[in-house]
């Protein structure tokens, strides 16, 4: 027998127990935002990051999900709150679930007693922009306002269809069938396609600073209309809630019925949602991905991008 089976076998069933978070746009996609927010930042958000990061560092024995750190302080801070999201029992900060088919209106009527992304972005910035918060506070605030502007810009963290945002969604992706996991989830489906698998495969194994570079080239002529539009985080909530509708469920075959809003707390909720939506037999190949791709694409360019106008525009404040 080779003597790296056994430790394979050890893998396989350690990822079997213990599977992977789900992490909006993946390890790689969260620190392109990162690094295309690097691009964009002023001298005196640069100073404020690097000075806030490098003093007040992520505890070393925190298990860290996406690896050991990258070497670049908003890169590596842009996938922490993912690490201690179970610890703090804060998973609603990472999304707003906004039914399919509602009328634009107040984001907050869909913003839970536990919170939603737009609140904890505002919160976040409130605390990063307080100049008598106690230094590591502020670190941490800025370490989620990074991983939420990511969060934001993926279009199923701003929709549900009673199918926690896609999770409960089976897909045939490309080879792929979808297979039961646990609690009556399957892998693939919607919401992980979104996560990681349409960025991994567009990307085509490049890391994530040749992916920031790549689409910091690919964005560059529409990076001063974006950042002349300002800051308007109810608008981004609707532009993904939006982009989900019209692509994400929208050039999925077979096309997927909009469900009556109902309370859902597992796969198997609503009648059971994943067995339903297993029976519709849905699939994403080439053309789904051609859909998706170059969206995902702007959405992380566009993430970004916004996220050093917040930074900038909290230096700014501060240094008044």
Same mark, same amino acid.
Not at 312 to 318: G, H, K, Q, R
């Given at each position: 027998?080779?003597?790296?089976?056994?430790?394979?076998?050890?893998?396989?069933?350690?990822?079997?127990?213990? #599977?992977?978070?789900? +992490?909006?746009?993946?390890?790689?996609?969260?620190?392109?935002?990162?690094?295309?927010?690097?691009?964009?930042?002023?001298?005196?958000?640069?100073?404020? &990051?690097?000075? !806030?990061?490098?003093?007040? #560092?992520?505890? =070393?024995?925190?298990?860290?999900?996406?690896?050991?750190?990258?070497?670049?302080?908003?890169?590596?801070?842009?996938? /922490? #709150?993912?690490?201690?999201?179970?610890?703090?029992?804060?998973?609603? /900060?990472?999304? *707003?679930?906004?039914?399919?088919?509602?009328?634009?209106?107040?984001?907050?009527?869909?913003?839970?007693? @536990?919170?939603?992304?737009?609140?904890? +972005?505002?919160?976040?910035?409130?605390?990063?922009?307080?100049?008598?918060?106690?230094? =590591?506070?502020?670190?941490?605030?800025?370490?989620?306002? &990074?991983?939420? !502007?990511?969060?934001?810009?993926?279009?199923?963290?701003?929709?549900?269809?009673?199918? @926690?945002?896609?999770?409960?969604?089976?897909?045939?992706?490309?080879?792929?069938?979808?297979?039961?996991?646990?609690?009556?989830?399957?892998?693939?489906?919607?919401?992980?396609?979104?996560?990681?698998? *349409?960025?991994?495969?567009?990307?085509?194994?490049?890391?994530?600073?040749?992916?920031?570079?790549?689409?910091?080239?690919?964005?560059?002529?529409?990076?001063?209309? /974006?950042?002349?539009?300002? +800051?308007?985080? @109810?608008?981004?909530?609707?532009?993904?809630?939006?982009?989900?509708?019209?692509?994400?469920?929208?050039?999925?075959?077979?096309?997927?019925?909009?469900?009556?809003?109902?309370?859902?707390?597992?796969?198997?909720?609503?009648?059971?949602?994943?067995?339903?939506?297993?029976?519709?037999?849905?699939?994403?190949?080439?053309?789904?991905?051609?859909?998706?791709? #170059?969206?995902?694409?702007?959405? &992380?360019?566009?993430?970004?991008?916004?996220?050093?106008? !917040?930074?900038?525009?909290?230096?700014?404040?501060?240094?008044?």
């Amino acid at each position: 027998m080779n003597a790296a089976f056994p430790v394979l076998c050890t893998a396989l069933l350690f990822l079997a127990l213990h #599977p992977a978070p789900a +992490i909006a746009w993946g390890c790689k996609g969260h620190q392109v935002v990162a690094l295309i927010a690097e691009k964009h930042l002023t001298p005196g958000a640069r100073h404020l &990051v690097d000075q !806030l990061l490098s003093e007040n #560092p992520v505890d =070393p024995q925190l298990k860290r999900y996406c690896g050991n750190p990258s070497g670049d302080l908003l890169a590596d801070a842009s996938t /922490w #709150p993912d690490d201690v999201r179970k610890e703090r029992n804060n998973g609603p /900060w990472h999304y *707003i679930n906004i039914p399919r088919g509602v009328a634009r209106g107040p984001i907050d009527l869909y913003c839970g007693g @536990e919170g939603c992304i737009s609140k904890a +972005i505002a919160d976040q910035l409130a605390i990063l922009n307080d100049k008598s918060a106690a230094p =590591p506070k502020r670190a941490e605030a800025l370490r989620y306002l &990074v991983h939420f !502007l990511g969060d934001l810009h993926m279009p199923l963290h701003a929709s549900t269809n009673n199918d @926690e945002g896609g999770n409960c969604v089976p897909v045939r992706y490309f080879r792929r069938r979808p297979y039961e996991s646990q609690g009556g989830s399957f892998t693939p489906n919607l919401h992980a396609l979104w996560d990681t698998a *349409i960025l991994e495969r567009d990307s085509e194994g490049a890391e994530a600073p040749e992916y920031a570079d790549r689409l910091a080239d690919r964005f560059s002529s529409d990076f001063a209309k /974006w950042q002349a539009a300002g +800051i308007h985080v @109810e608008d981004w909530v609707w532009e993904s809630h939006d982009l989900a509708e019209t692509i994400a469920y929208g050039a999925l075959l077979p096309s997927v019925p909009r469900e009556t809003p109902a309370s859902v707390h597992s796969c198997s909720d609503a009648n059971n949602i994943a067995e339903r939506m297993l029976h519709l037999n849905l699939f994403a190949g080439e053309s789904y991905q051609q859909a998706a791709a #170059p969206l995902v694409e702007q959405r &992380v360019a566009q993430a970004g991008l916004r996220l050093a106008l !917040l930074l900038n525009e909290a230096a700014a404040a501060l240094e008044k």
